[in-house]
């Protein structure tokens, strides 16, 4: 969810050298291939219309040249939004671990406000809104469904060991 | 999610004098009400009947007066399975904080299987199925929307200890 800590998630696994296929890349390929401009409007239509035009794992699928091209122990896919990806991800490749980062409402709010990124919301109504349209397409179902979920509520040091532990564990399984 | 501790939960809390209501009891009335069997079966298709002649937040609704009565520092509710639900909840207790109890879908699944109650899976698949019909009623949605998270991938020992703190730190919030 919006402000639980993804972005710090995929910085501290490619600073351990993992390769890192953001979903979000995709869509921002296809609005410069529309020769758009990468506004949060432009974005938020073109992934519809993906999703419209080659189904609701649209982006997953664009990924996968990415992911086959990438190498390292571990490829990292930053953005999972919907089991529908899920499982096209898991029909490519076997050994996907899907990890949730949480941090409750209250904890995302105050971080989000903090930041204050041009889409970030500036009071509780559109944090909600936002919150609801990410659950909408099916958000919560993936967090549910993950292998591993790592609680955000306390430190950025806390936040990163507890990240290097799981990759640590992810490379012992395989 | 079934198999993640929320059994636990309502027995530690019990154990701590709070109150519980358990939204499952309200579909077992109206079975007994309707002159019905308990079985898993006719306890499934009172819950829908509900839904559908009373809205969504049906059982919720049924909870209210039960709440109401109940007396205690903190009341629990055992059994929260939707957005639409909590939203009744927080109109009617301002105070209403979301608790949601994670485990991996591997261990979920280990456990059940070592439970075996009538209604629990015994293969992979029907884990699978259950899992799904749980996250099509919106179940995820309100996971990821919890206020406290807490993960029990741990032992009984840990999870208890883990529901304490939850529990305190709520008593100190009010």
């Known amino acids: 969810m919006p ?3 993804k972005g710090v998630f995929r910085k501290t696994v490619q600073r ?4 890192v296929v953001i979903m979000g890349d995709v869509v921002r390929e296809e609005v410069k291939r529309r020769n758009l401009k990468p506004t949060p ?3 938020g239509k073109t992934m519809l219309n993906l999703r419209e035009l080659e189904g609701p794992a649209a982006i997953a699928k664009r990924c996968i040249p990415k992911l086959k091209k990438a ?6 896919i930053d953005g999972v939004r919907s089991l529908a990806e899920v499982e096209i991800f898991k029909k490519h490749f076997p050994n996907f671990v899907l990890v949730a980062i949480y941090a409750s409402p209250e904890t995302r709010y105050q971080r989000l406000f903090r930041r204050k990124r041009s889409d970030d919301p500036t ?3 559109t944090f909600m809104e936002r919150d609801l349209r990410e659950l909408g ?3 919560g179902t993936v967090i549910a469904a993950a292998d591993h979920t790592i609680v955000n509520e ?3 040091a806390q936040l990163k060991t507890e ?10 399984d395989e």
Chains 1, 2 share one sequence.
């Open 3 to 5: 402000g639980s800590g």
């Open 137 to 139: 397409v099916g958000m």
């Open 71 to 76: 190498t390292g122990r571990i490829v990292v």
């Open 16 to 19: 351990m050298g993992c390769p």
């Open 123 to 125: 009071n509780w109504e």
């Open 163 to 172: 990240i290097r532990l799981v990759m640590k564990e992810m490379i012992e």
């Open 41 to 43: 409007e432009n974005l």
């Open 154 to 156: 306390g430190t950025l």
